[in-house]
T-cell receptor
Framework: GQNIDQPTEMTATEGAIVQINCTYQTSGFNGLFWYQQHAGEAPTFLSYNVLDGLEEKGRFSSFLSRSKGYSYLLLKELQMKDSASYLCAVRDNYGQNFVFGPGTRLSVLP | DGGITQSPKYLFRKEGQNVTLSCEQNLNHDAMYWYRQDPGQGLRLIYYSQIVNDFQKGDIAEGYSVSREKKESFPLTVTSAQKNPTAFYLC??????????????FGEGSWLTVV
């Protein structure tokens, strides 16, 4: 079966660092993706991992461990505009489908 | 500009009515998807299509139908059999060729409300 887990909500302070975890069990694996979604809007692409390790992109970094079925998204120097939901998604091998986790709602406080 | 266009942005449905949400992409993507999102929830797959004239059910296909007569178009019909259709609907597309890092691109979404 397909199962992706993320914490439901997180709160952090402006200027701080926050780590959003994602664990997955899927029938195939062809990459792990992170998306940001502001309320009422479409998700936008943040990062992609297919090999183990850390990918850094400005204030955002994403880590993957395929053996553990685990990823995290790291957000540094938090800004108020980072308040949004963060979706973890796995692309499977077979149908080229994207399976999404429930999303983590991040609130950044002043 | 290349992208995915969904219409309408807001739609109201009466009980017992079928409604169709339009999705058009000019990204030359083979794969297209429809997701449903309820307030505060993640995305759930309704239907997907990897190629013209072929589509597959996702996790919550009951009460929905689709067609894929053209590569660019993947309309979703919400039928009267869908008892709780009020939600945010997202159409998406992706390339199935080349690097596995090809991400999924989303339209702006359609809000459907039952009145």
């Amino acid at each position: 079966g397909q199962n992706i887990d993320q914490p439901t909500e997180m709160t952090a302070t402006e200027g701080a660092i926050v780590q959003i975890n994602c664990t997955y069990q899927t029938s195939g694996f062809n990459g792990l993706f992170w998306y940001q979604q502001h309320a009422g809007e479409a998700p936008t692409f943040l990062s992609y991992n297919v090999l183990d390790g850390l990918e850094e992109k400005g204030r955002f970094s994403s880590f993957l461990s395929r053996s553990k079925g685990y990823s995290y998204l790291l957000l540094k120097e938090l800004q108020m505009k980072d308040s949004a939901s963060y979706l973890c998604a796995v692309r499977d091998n077979y149908g080229q489908n994207f399976v999404f986790g429930p999303g983590t709602r991040l609130s950044v406080l002043p | 500009d290349g992208g995915i266009t969904q219409s309408p942005k807001y739609l109201f449905r009466k009980e017992g009515q079928n409604v169709t949400l339009s999705c058009e992409q000019n990204l030359n993507h083979d794969a297209m998807y429809w997701y449903r999102q309820d307030p505060g929830q993640g995305l759930r797959l309704i239907y997907y299509s990897q190629i013209v004239n072929d589509f597959q059910k996702g996790d919550i296909a009951e009460g929905y139908s689709v067609s894929r007569e053209k590569k660019e178009s993947f309309p979703l019909t919400v039928t009267s059999a869908q008892k709780n259709p009020t939600a945010f609907y997202l159409c998406a597309s992706s390339s199935t060729r080349g690097a596995s890092g090809n991400t999924i691109y989303f339209g702006e979404g359609s809000w459907l409300t039952v009145v």
